[in-house]
């Protein structure tokens, strides 16, 4: 088995837009196999593809491999249970959001009701 590191051990994720997969690899202490792999697995990850079918990875993509290492190198987690987990946070992330938009949308009304009664009298 291969010797990871702790998420905290590994190197820090430059200031740029995209990576390579080698450079993802080395940033996440991933084999580059595993990575495609895991994207199999894993709809969250979506790497844009150019020109000879070459990975570029984003920001925000690399900060999930890192998540998705951590729960399983690091927490003990299957596939399907880290899977399941970061499913399970995107839709109550989703539930949080539409909620918030519901709110904004009963304020923004009272606020057009009080314009419009300021406007008629």
Avoid at 72 to 79: H, K, N, R
């Amino acid at each position: 088995m291969e010797n990871h590191k702790p998420n905290s051990e590994l190197p820090p994720i430059p200031a740029k837009r995209y990576f390579t997969i080698g450079e993802v690899s080395e940033l996440c202490g991933v084999k580059a196999h595993v990575l495609r792999y895991w994207e199999q697995e894993f709809t969250q990850l979506k790497p844009v593809k150019r020109s000879g079918n070459r990975r570029y990875y984003q920001h925000h993509e690399v900060m999930l491999i890192r998540h998705i290492r951590e729960l399983l190198y690091g927490q003990g987690f299957t596939i399907s249970g880290a899977r399941n987990l970061l499913d399970n946070r995107n839709h109550a992330e989703n539930r949080t959001i539409s909620k918030t938009a519901v709110l904004n949308i009963d304020a923004l009304r009272r606020e057009i009701k009080e314009v419009i009664s300021l406007l008629g009298a």
